[in-house]
């Protein structure tokens, strides 16, 4: 059985100019210790549909769904109570900017101890000592230092590393990233897509890592799910999908690429969209 | 910190020496001369108005006056009152704790009420109490101060008799000035009854003289509430599992709270302004109401001094509020 499973999960916003549907019946289904990428360009509505998940959608959202089971119980019947306990506890995400991410008036070992306390119920000093061991474990140097930092004292990539420390403090059975890399230099890219995929391995969690970068879910992902405008597209084992795509719009993402252009000009999704006539 | 703290105080020495200029020069822009006035209605013949002007040196030229004012405020001499004789210094502090117990209960008031109520009205956005109260808050922020202090004279204390009209406490009290603050004076006074006297004398004028910053700090509060409630911290905060109390409470409470505390420092200045109205209208024997009685009498000491003292207790304030923002934003502390 899979560890979360969405069937036809539909997200609306209600705005001026009317309702708009984000995210439109996308079934979306991840085993435990599988690694599950959703790709897909911006407004694609990928990083909708986990926010979703986690319930962090504004007021404006309609989320339906058929059913939404994390772990054989329904995410969208149980209490809100009983949803928030499995939030940040054994649900965690990271985001794409790390820094923002980062509360300016608190250090970050406040924000870690915080899991540590409220999520884990241990006192001060074993949050802190914990704390001391998520810092090394997701690679930051000299820790206990580090922990009485503020965000804007750190690096981008040093606050993503926060980030994914506090998601595992937890010891969750789901990470989702989203877009963990996209606003790290490319060699740090490298270094925080390693520790997450060492990180999974090593505690055996599910990762749903959203990405737009095709390089990272050939690095990392077991499935891949395809999405574009709101919709499901594609879903496939990572190498069927770089092999052999079958869906048009999977092809002009791949075709986008830049070390797959030929002749002077890259070519666009628009480029194939028109070709093949799809919507 | 303690650079932080001697850039802070770097920048009030040029506010201070033009507060001086400021401060001396406004007083004798007033028509009105200072000798004729306490002459009084008998009049005063050219010799002797001539002999007391010399006297009190306003026979000299402006910027003489003004450097001897100077020397002598760098050694702590404020002059004496014109009126009085009374050093200006003795008569601000006999009469600063009654406007600092006034301005303290005004701002407490109006920081208890507005913080809470601008937060509640930025995550209930749009709901009735947001509604209502942010056109409470607009209608108290329009409000004239005079005007809405006798409003509240009339129906309060002339309709349904609950509070007093003016003064500090009642008459038939009588005890010793320990701290100057009437509240804690009565209460340390034993006498039965004291301190609810000398309370329901402070409700109406702490009312009136909060109203405007209890509008501002409420949207103010508000306003940045629903800033910080859109960032990405805030969702994280949410993300991490925290409760509802704690995301809006700690993690979004913390972050609005540094322009907030920004106003309220601003709002002692105003404070400084309202208190003179509302000292005014309730006959509240503070500072407000000694400088309007001062510049009535075209009493240079006291007006130039008292003004220089109430902005130098501005400026103090407003130092201590960027120490404040320092220490409740770690941004700026570690600039």
């Known amino acids: 059985m899979a560890l979360l499973e969405i069937r036809n999960l539909t997200v609306r916003f209600e705005t001026s100019a009317g309702a708009f549907t984000a995210v439109d019946a996308v079934d979306v289904s991840v085993d435990g210790r599988e690694v599950l990428a959703i790709v897909g360009e911006s407004g694609s509505g990928k990083s909708v549909s986990m926010l979703a998940v986690m319930g962090l959608l504004p007021d404006t959202a309609t989320v339906t769904a058929?059913?939404?089971?994390?772990?054989?119980?329904?995410?969208?019947?149980?209490?809100?109570?009983?949803?928030?306990?499995?939030?940040?506890?054994?649900?965690?995400?990271?985001?794409?900017?790390?820094?923002?991410?980062?509360?300016?008036?608190?250090?970050?070992?406040?924000?870690?101890?915080?899991?540590l306390r409220f999520n884990m119920g241990m006192d001060r000093k074993a949050a802190r000592r914990r704390a001391i061991e998520l810092f090394d474990a997701v690679g930051i140097p000299d820790p206990q230092t580090k922990l009485d930092a503020y965000p804007h004292q750190m690096s981008g990539g040093q606050c993503q590393r926060v980030m994914i420390a506090m998601a595992i403090a937890s010891n969750p059975r789901l990470l989702i990233a989203d877009e963990p890399t996209t606003a790290l230099d490319v060699t740090i890219q490298?270094?925080?897509?390693?520790?997450?995929?060492?990180?999974?391995?090593?505690?055996?969690?599910?990762?749903?890592?959203?990405?737009h970068d095709m390089g990272v879910v050939a690095e990392t992902a077991d499935r891949v799910i395809v999405q574009y405008k709101g919709r499901k597209m594609e879903e496939a084992d990572v190498l069927n999908l770089f092999e052999n795509p079958q869906h048009a719009y999977t092809r002009a993402l791949l075709s986008a690429l830049p070390e797959n252009a030929t002749g002077d000009r890259l070519s666009t999704v628009a480029d194939f969209m028109a070709a093949e006539a799809i919507q | 910190m303690i650079r932080f703290i001697l850039s802070k105080l770097l920048y009030l020495v040029p506010t201070f020496i033009g507060i001086t200029i400021i401060a001396f020069g406004f007083v004798r822009i007033l028509p009105g001369d200072p000798v004729l006035l306490m002459a009084g209605e008998r009049g005063i013949s050219p010799e002797r108005h001539a002999e007391l002007s010399a006297q009190l040196g306003f026979d000299r030229p402006i910027w003489e006056q003004y450097f001897d004012f100077l020397g002598r405020l760098f050694q702590g001499d404020l002059g004496n009152s014109l009126v009085t004789k009374k050093p200006v210094l003795d008569e601000f502090l006999t009469l600063f704790p009654a406007t600092v117990e006034l301005g303290l209960v005004a701002i407490l008031l109006a920081t208890l009420i507005g913080v809470p109520v601008g937060v509640l009205a930025a995550i209930k956005r749009g709901s009735w109490f947001d509604q209502v109260s942010m056109t409470a808050a607009l209608v108290g922020f329009s409000m004239p101060i005079f005007w809405w202090g006798l409003l509240l004279i009339i129906f309060f204390s002339g309709v349904l008799g609950w509070t007093p009209v003016s003064g500090r406490i009642s008459l038939l009290y009588f005890f010793p000035d320990v701290t100057g603050f009437m509240l804690i004076d009565s209460l340390l006074s034993g006498q039965k009854g004291a301190f609810a006297s000398a309370l329901s004398h402070l409700i109406l004028p702490s009312v009136v003289l909060a109203t405007i910053p209890l509008a501002v700090i409420a949207r103010q509060t508000r306003s940045a509430m629903l800033e910080v409630m859109g960032e990405?911290?805030?969702?994280?905060?949410?993300?991490?599992?925290?409760?509802q109390a704690r995301v809006v409470g700690v993690h979004a409470l913390r972050n609005a709270m540094i322009p907030v505390i920004t106003t309220i420092g601003l709002q002692i200045g105003v404070l400084m302004a309202g208190a003179i109205l509302t000292e005014s209208i309730f006959s509240w024997p503070g500072i407000g109401k000694w400088m309007i009685d001062s510049i009535a009498r075209r009493d240079y000491p006291v007006v130039q001094s008292g003004l220089l003292l109430i902005a130098g207790l501005v400026m103090v304030v407003n130092l201590l509020v960027d120490l404040t923002y320092g220490l409740i934003n770690p941004r700026i502390r570690h600039k």
């Open chain 1, 66 to 115: 058929d059913a939404m089971i994390y772990d054989g119980r329904d995410l969208l019947a149980m209490p809100v109570a009983e949803r928030q306990k499995l939030i940040g506890r054994e649900i965690t995400m990271i985001f794409q900017e790390p820094i923002a991410s980062l509360n300016p008036s608190f250090t970050v070992g406040f924000q870690i101890e915080e899991v």
């Open chain 1, 190 to 211: 490298k270094q925080i897509l390693d520790l997450l995929m060492d990180l999974q391995e090593r505690h055996g969690m599910a990762l749903i890592l959203i990405t």
């Open chain 2, 232 to 243: 990405d911290y805030v969702r994280s905060a949410r993300a991490k599992g925290m409760s």
